[in-house]
């Protein structure tokens, strides 16, 4: 497809349970994004990826927050030990080179932890 | 810590009616961009401002940054219920070399358009 593709678009799972979210970005784009959004507010930056380096990973939670993107291209964020406070809309975002290039959102995962 | 500022946070206004969305920090941004959200939808970018003092126009909705690049804010004219969403605004900033363009989002402004 064209744009920024997310999967699943919606995960259900037990606290303590491992889950992992898949972004697949615009074909060539060099930057990629992750970011949480809480119900009601803005998107909160987690990570950021140049091709395949995390160049930035200020923003994860926690430690049990991981992300991914081992050929520079698809890239994983991984959540071990599910809390509550986990449940969110996580967002993917590419662009094709750095500063002042227009991100272009995925449709997000919605996660809930029960 | 939110650096930026969105304000108001909820507007509810009858079809035909102006508002304008205030997006305040006191903190420089190389660039500002305005997203539109819809309901399980990722933000779509409306407009990117990267020059203090900068105006750009999109149809009915004006944008503007600020001459210090601190502030911006959205116009809309004669809005539609096709306006309905959220709104929000984010700034980009280039920090110690590392300028990649991760943005900083306000809490975002919930817009609805009355028929």
């Known amino acids: 497809g064209a744009g920024v593709s997310q999967s699943p678009r919606y995960k259900v799972a037990k606290r303590g349970q491992d889950v992992a979210l898949r972004c697949d970005p615009i074909?060539?784009?060099?930057?990629l994004f992750w970011y949480q959004q809480a119900l009601g507010q803005g998107p909160e930056f987690l990570t950021y990826f140049q091709n395949e380096a995390q160049l930035d990973k200020s923003g994860l939670p926690s430690d049990r927050f991981f992300a991914e993107r081992p050929e520079g291209s698809v890239s994983t964020l991984k959540i071990q030990r599910t809390q509550q406070e986990d449940s969110a809309v996580y967002l993917c975002?590419?662009?094709?080179?750095?500063?002042?290039?227009?991100?272009?959102f995925g449709d997000g995962t919605r996660l809930s932890i029960l | 810590t939110q650096l930026l500022e969105q304000s108001p946070q909820f507007l509810s206004i009858q079809e035909g009616e102006n508002l304008t969305v205030y997006c305040n920090s006191s903190?420089?941004?190389?660039?500002l961009q305005w997203y539109r959200q819809e309901p399980g939808e990722g933000p779509v970018l409306l407009v990117t401002v990267v020059t203090g003092g900068e105006v750009k126009k999109l149809k009915r909705l004006t944008f503007q940054f600020g001459d210090a690049r601190k502030d911006s804010s959205l116009h809309i004219t004669a809005a539609q219920p096709g306006d309905t969403g959220l709104y929000l605004c984010?700034?980009?900033?280039?920090?110690?070399?590392?300028?990649?363009?991760?943005?900083?989002f306000g809490q975002g402004t919930i817009l609805t358009v009355h028929p």
């Open positions: 074909s060539g784009h060099v930057s």
């Open positions: 984010a700034g980009a900033r280039g920090a110690g070399g590392t300028s990649y363009g991760k943005l900083t």
């Open positions: 975002a590419s662009s094709l080179k750095t500063l002042n290039q227009p991100q272009h």
């Open positions: 903190s420089v941004f190389s660039s």
